[in-house]
């Protein structure tokens, strides 16, 4: 049975997305992975299809999919569906539109229009640049600086897992306002010639397609027409929180390939009737059906409910990254380590979820709720 039930529209997109998916991006991911460069067919295909302007409100001519529009669950399924068969993709996709997502909360309509002109007309890609070698989320600490002066500001500082940069003609970017002291958005030129991307040390063992370089920047000017929204915006409005929800539906898309994956491995060699095998493979799809119903939950109750809805993402999210953990058992012992040869597809997603599973602040995730359960104060949507 389904645990979920789309309506007709979201059936209609998922399948869609599932024959993209397999006719397109499948056959495509092993040359991908191996040369670690950006799926930049797949992200064309997906431009053609309209879904690089998912995340924008219908009035300015996007689908009105993602967390603060008319279709929430949309933008995820779309994550998800690809992250089946290849999650650097689908990790691309997510970030992209989380950028669109918050140029849409935050921007100007000039600014909608300028900012996304090159992914309307090219399919270009928009890194979101917050990850830093030094940053203290806790603490709101950006070691990235923008500096006020007459017209703008002077951004200086490092990034890193930049994902899209090496696609992109536009860089959301998030400083610190050394005026106010809190985070601000800023949008640079990926061609400004104080901007440098180091595309060269990005050499990972899996998610190797989802390119994501470190960036830095020298003494780069920033007009005042290039500053998106206020001071404090993105953590005060609990950005962060929302787009744990993209991560949490990419997991959920990988945990799924593999789970096909090994089930269609065992089925194949008539290996079925193992009882040891039926055991390993039953407590995979437990995992994967938890996690997809408190995701789906949490992503239709956020605009009646933002703060259970982001606590429950957090719960989504831990169990995600723990059934990623667990599966590196439960694949060897339902399907043997033949599974993981180079020849098979569940190699090359163990190994993205290896180390996408690895995105740090982990721990914060259900410590979030245990402070709410136990009445202390705490922070929503942290964890990313």
């Given at each position: 049975?389904?645990i ?21 991006f ?8 191996e040369?670690a460069?950006l799926?930049l ?9 309209g ?16 967390a603060?529009?008319d279709?929430?669950l ?44 090159p ?10 640049l ?6 203290n989320?806790?603490?709101g600490?950006?070691s ?8 703008g ?18 860089m959301?970017?998030m400083?610190?306002?050394?005026k106010s ?15 440098t ?26 007009p ?35 789970y ?12 079925g ?7 390993y493979v039953?407590?995979m ?10 995701l789906?939950?949490?992503i239709?109750a956020?605009q ?7 606590l ?8 995600a ?5 667990r ?18 597809p ?39």
């Amino acid at each position: 049975m389904e645990i979920y039930q789309y309506t007709d529209s979201q059936q209609q997109l998922v399948e869609q997305i599932k024959t993209m998916a397999a006719e397109k991006f499948a056959p495509r991911a092993q040359q991908t992975d191996e040369a670690a460069v950006l799926p930049l067919e797949d992200l064309q295909d997906l431009h053609k299809a309209g879904f690089l302007t998912a995340c924008l409100d219908k009035a300015h001519g996007g689908l009105g999919f993602g967390a603060e529009q008319d279709d929430p669950l949309s933008f995820f399924l779309i994550t998800q569906h690809i992250a089946q068969v290849n999650p650097a993709t689908g990790h691309c996709f997510q970030v992209h539109n989380n950028c669109v997502q918050m140029l849409n909360a935050f921007g100007t309509d000039e600014q909608l229009e300028r900012f996304l002109a090159p992914t309307r007309e090219r399919g270009a890609v928009i890194p979101g640049l917050g990850s830093e070698p030094t940053i203290n989320v806790a603490k709101g600490a950006l070691s990235t600086e923008g500096k006020r002066v007459d017209g703008g500001l002077i951004v200086n500082g490092l990034k890193h897992y930049a994902t899209n940069a090496t696609g992109s003609e536009w860089m959301w970017v998030m400083v610190m306002d050394d005026k106010s002291g809190r985070d601000l958005t800023v949008m640079i030129p990926s061609s400004h010639p104080g901007v440098t991307t180091y595309e060269q040390d990005w050499n990972p063992v899996g998610m190797r397609a989802c390119v994501s370089p470190k960036v830095s920047f020298e003494d780069v000017f920033v007009p005042n027409a290039d500053i998106v929204g206020e001071p404090g915006d993105f953590l005060g409005k609990n950005w962060m929180g929302k787009i744990n929800m993209g991560f949490s539906a990419n997991y959920l898309g990988n945990l799924e390939g593999v789970y096909q994956g090994v089930v269609e491995y065992i089925t194949t060699r008539q290996r079925g009737d193992d009882t040891t095998r039926q055991r390993y493979v039953g407590e995979m799809k437990a995992r994967i059906d938890a996690v997809k119903l408190m995701l789906y939950t949490a992503i239709n109750a956020f605009q009646s409910d933002l703060e259970g809805a982001l606590l429950l993402i957090e719960e989504a999210k831990w169990l995600a990254v723990e059934s990623a953990n667990r599966f590196h058992y439960l694949v060897g012992q339902a399907a043997g380590p033949s599974v993981l040869f180079k020849n098979h597809p569940v190699e090359r997603l163990m190994r993205d979820l290896l180390i996408h599973g690895l995105h740090g602040r982990h721990h914060i995730t259900v410590e979030t709720d245990g402070k709410k359960e136990l009445g202390q104060p705490f922070r929503l949507g942290m964890s990313v």
